[in-house]
């Protein structure tokens, strides 16, 4: 079984900061990507940004210049460093990865989710 948790979400004004953690455990061999996604209320859940094992960095153009993801492969730890937050980065974010599992399963797994609020 693997788990993802995160942690670091919150209340923040308009411009402020906030980083999200995101610790895989479990029956992982390795992790092939790992990532966060966000889903607004009453939108579709979208990928914020994304980073494989060799370091390869994805951002959503919303979130570029603003946003920095992170990652410690000896941790399995995923970090979003998010700057300069606009009430419109309101969501619950959650973390993705995808693992590979010591019996050689090929697995996407997702965090719980945690909530987000930019107040203007």
């Known amino acids: 079984q693997v788990q993802l948790v995160e942690s670091g979400g919150g209340l923040v004004q308009a411009g402020g900061s906030l980083r999200l953690s995101c610790l895989a455990s479990g029956n992982i061999f390795t992790i092939n990507s790992m990532g966060w996604y966000r889903q607004a209320p009453g939108k579709q859940r979208e990928l914020v940004a994304d980073?494989?094992?060799?370091?390869?960095?994805n951002y959503a153009d919303f979130v570029k210049g603003r946003f920095t993801i992170s990652r410690d492969n000896a941790k399995n730890t995923v970090y979003l460093q998010m700057n300069s937050l606009k009430p419109e980065d309101t969501a619950v974010y959650y973390c993705?990865?995808?693992?590979?599992?010591?019996?050689?399963?090929?697995?996407?797994?997702w965090g719980q989710g945690t909530l987000v609020t930019v107040s203007s």
């Open positions: 993705n990865a995808l693992i590979v599992t010591g019996q050689g399963l090929r697995l996407e797994v």
């Open positions: 980073i494989t094992s060799g370091g390869r960095i």
